[in-house]
């Protein structure tokens, strides 16, 4: 059996503002807005990469503490031509980074607070 990545899923509290983070600020194209269940949703294109959003579900509860670690999902990267660049840009834009541009093995990286208090990296490889 081969896997391979398909999508990512994220639950929002407010699909709009998380859709236009994804479409303003880092250019992903809306494919389609739909429901997931019983819950309105958007599918996303980010250059490849599917993302899919979602509010919450009537019968579900959610709790946001971005500041604790659980096990599971940690962060999301993005790869970018320039981690410098994109970090004033976005910067610009009001957007809050954790860590700035940062060497590490074979790149460099900064971390980013996105919608929601999602985790964000972007990620500069060296080649």
């Excluded at 994220?10 to 809306?30: H, N, P, Q, V, Y």
Aim: hydrophobic content about 35%; charged content about 30%; aromatic content about 10%.
């Amino acid at each position: 059996m081969k896997y391979r990545y398909h999508h990512f899923h994220l639950i929002c509290s407010k699909l709009e503002d998380t859709e236009r983070f994804f479409t303003g600020m880092l250019g992903a194209k809306l494919i389609e807005r739909r429901k997931f269940g019983t819950a309105d949703g958007a599918t996303l294109d980010l250059n490849g990469t599917t993302i899919n959003l979602r509010v919450k579900r009537e019968d579900e509860s959610i709790t946001s503490g971005s500041s604790q670690r659980s096990f599971g999902y940690d962060h999301l990267a993005l790869e970018v031509e320039d981690v410098d660049a994109a970090y004033k840009e976005l910067k610009e834009e009001g957007i809050t980074f954790t860590i700035p541009p940062t060497d590490v093995v074979n790149g460099r990286m900064a971390f980013l607070k996105g919608p929601d208090g999602i985790t964000i990296e972007l990620f500069q490889t060296f080649r």
